[in-house]
C-alpha cells in the first residue's frame, strides 16, 4: 500500500523559509513521479512542482526561482524548499505520486500540511 506523509509546515512571515517533506513508502522514488500542490481556501488545487523520477523537475510559473524540489532516493522521501515566501503562498500543501502496478497507472496522495505565510 502506498503511502505518502507530508510535514514541514508553519507559519512563517514573508520573505521567510520552509522546508517540507514527503515521506513516501509502498514505492520505489526513484522510479514514480511526485509532485507538491497547494490548495488555497476557496482556490482549486494547483501544481507547485514536479520531480520525475528523481531527477527532471518542472516549476509553476508563480515559484519559479523561489522554490526547489528535490529527492533522496535512499529514503524515499521529497523535498520542497520555499524561500522568499510571499502570502499568496499560504495554502494547503499536498504531495502526490504517480506510479505503475500491475499494468495500471495509479496516484496517491497526502494529507497535507499547511503552510501560512503572513505579510
Known amino acids: 500500500q502506498v503511502q505518502l506523509v507530508e510535514s514541514g509546515g508553519g507559519l512563517v512571515p514573508a520573505g521567510g523559509s520552509l522546508r517540507l517533506s514527503c515521506a513516501a513508502s509502498?514505492?520505489?522514488?526513484?522510479?514514480?513521479?511526485m509532485g507538491w500542490y497547494r490548495q488555497a481556501p476557496g482556490k482549486q488545487r494547483e501544481l507547485v512542482a514536479t520531480?520525475?523520477?528523481?531527477?527532471?523537475?518542472d516549476y509553476a510559473d508563480p515559484v519559479k526561482g523561489r522554490f526547489t524540489i528535490s529527492g533522496d532516493n535512499a529514503k524515499n522521501t521529497a523535498f520542497l524548499q520555499m524561500n522568499s515566501l510571499k502570502p499568496e503562498d499560504t495554502a494547503v500543501y499536498y504531495c502526490?505520486?504517480?506510479?505503475?502496478?500491475?499494468?495500471?497507472?495509479?496516484?496517491?496522495w497526502g494529507r497535507g500540511t499547511q503552510v501560512t505565510v503572513s505579510s
Open positions: 520531480i520525475i523520477r528523481g531527477g527532471r523537475t
Open positions: 509502498g514505492i520505489d522514488f526513484s522510479i514514480v513521479t
Open positions: 502526490k505520486t504517480v506510479y505503475e502496478s500491475g499494468g495500471h497507472t495509479l496516484a496517491s
